[in-house]
């Protein structure tokens, strides 16, 4: 059995880091979201929790507009789309036809 030394783990742990958004993203990393499955790390999971609740208090309605691009054709958030375009409407005062 071969063991692990500590650069491999550090060397896997960095290339983990790097499949993940930024700490400092925004609502735009949501366009380079990996496809729903299973195989999807959950800092992605985290990342979009996190700007899910940045977006409810979002003021900017051109912000809103690049999640509502970014996530419309992801099914697995189209609760989130659903919020954000209802977000949008109200902040920009547009009434369902």
Same mark, same amino acid.
């Given at each position: 059995?071969? @063991? =692990?030394?500590?650069?491999? +783990?550090?060397?896997?742990? &960095?290339?983990?880091?790097? $499949?993940?958004?930024?700490?400092?993203? *925004?609502?735009?990393?949501?366009?380079?979201?990996?496809?729903?499955?299973? @195989? =999807?790390?959950?800092?992605? +999971?985290?990342?979009?929790? &996190?700007?899910?609740?940045? $977006?409810?208090?979002?003021?900017?309605? *051109?912000?809103?507009?690049?999640?509502?691009?970014?996530?419309?054709?992801?099914?697995?958030?189209?609760?989130?789309?659903?919020?954000?375009?209802?977000?949008?409407?109200?902040?920009?005062?547009?009434?369902?036809?």
């Amino acid at each position: 059995m071969r @063991s =692990i030394t500590k650069n491999e +783990g550090e060397t896997s742990e &960095r290339r983990l880091e790097e $499949l993940c958004p930024p700490e400092t993203s *925004d609502e735009d990393a949501l366009d380079v979201e990996p496809p729903g499955d299973p @195989s =999807i790390l959950p800092c992605w +999971g985290s990342f979009v929790g &996190r700007t899910s609740r940045s $977006l409810v208090t979002e003021t900017d309605p *051109d912000a809103l507009a690049r999640a509502i691009l970014a996530t419309a054709e992801r099914t697995h958030r189209s609760g989130l789309t659903a919020s954000a375009v209802e977000t949008r409407r109200k902040r920009v005062a547009l009434t369902s036809s």
